[in-house]
């Protein structure tokens, strides 16, 4: 039928992919694929020797988590701050609605008394 060219290699004969240079390849990222065939090798980092940064044994045992944490606390006491400094406001307005209101009443019985 057709003669076959030593040299060309099919996509499948030697194909090797790293997700690290395709962003977005559906791949678990850093991991490798490697195919031959009708043969197949992967390498994932989940299960590969290497650990997470929140692992035991890491150079920094929960510093991250530690300093995650301080944010957060450092977050809710800023909001709370200004929680506080809004309960504040909504109660000046508060007032200033009861004097207006106030006024619109006295307004109200003087144009009444001029009227008579």
Same mark, same amino acid.
């Given at each position: 039928? =057709?003669?076959? +060219? ?6 499948? /004969?030697?194909?090797?992919? +790293?997700? !690290? +240079? ?7 990222? =850093?991991?490798?694929?490697? +195919? ?29 988590? !530690? ?13 709370? /701050? /200004?929680?506080?400094?809004? !309960? ?5 307005? /508060? ?22």
């Amino acid at each position: 039928m =057709g003669t076959k +060219n030593e040299e060309a290699v099919t996509w499948s /004969e030697k194909a090797e992919a +790293n997700s !690290d +240079n395709f962003p977005g390849g559906g791949r678990i990222a =850093g991991s490798t694929s490697k +195919n031959a065939g009708n043969q197949q090798e992967r390498n994932t980092r989940a299960c590969g020797s290497q650990s997470g940064i929140f692992a035991l044994g890491t150079a920094d045992d929960g510093g991250i988590l !530690d300093h995650l944490i301080g944010e957060c606390v450092d977050q809710m006491a800023t909001k709370r /701050e /200004e929680a506080k400094r809004l !309960d504040a406001e909504i109660k000046r307005l /508060e007032s200033r609605v009861e004097e207006y209101r106030t006024l619109r009443e006295q307004l109200k019985k003087q144009s009444e008394e001029i009227d008579e």
